[in-house]
């Protein structure tokens, strides 16, 4: 499981919306199964919620308190060209 891949995960969901693993996979350099592994391993870490009506992802409380700390930053500082679009 890639860090990165966790990190461009939050990166897309920090803005404070709901992504579809599919969205999210079409938003970043990552394959569905990339996708979500990352997804799954920031779920289990308390950092995602799945919003199960709409089959979407949004950070958690927790997550919301950890990007805003000097490591959650500092994993947020994914290059843009990291990113697709």
Known sequence: MSTID??????ILQPGGQLTDRQIA?????????AR????T??????LREVTHR???????CGHAYTNTP???????????????
């Open 6 to 11: 966790q990190a461009l995960v939050l990166r």
């Open 26 to 34: 079409a938003n970043t350099a990552l394959s569905i199964r990339r």
């Open 37 to 40: 592994r990352a997804l799954r």
């Open 42 to 47: 920031l779920h289990l870490n308390g950092l």
């Open 55 to 61: 089959h979407a992802w949004e950070l958690s409380t």
């Open 71 to 85: 490591t959650g930053q500092a994993m947020l500082d994914v290059p843009r060209s990291a990113l697709v679009g």
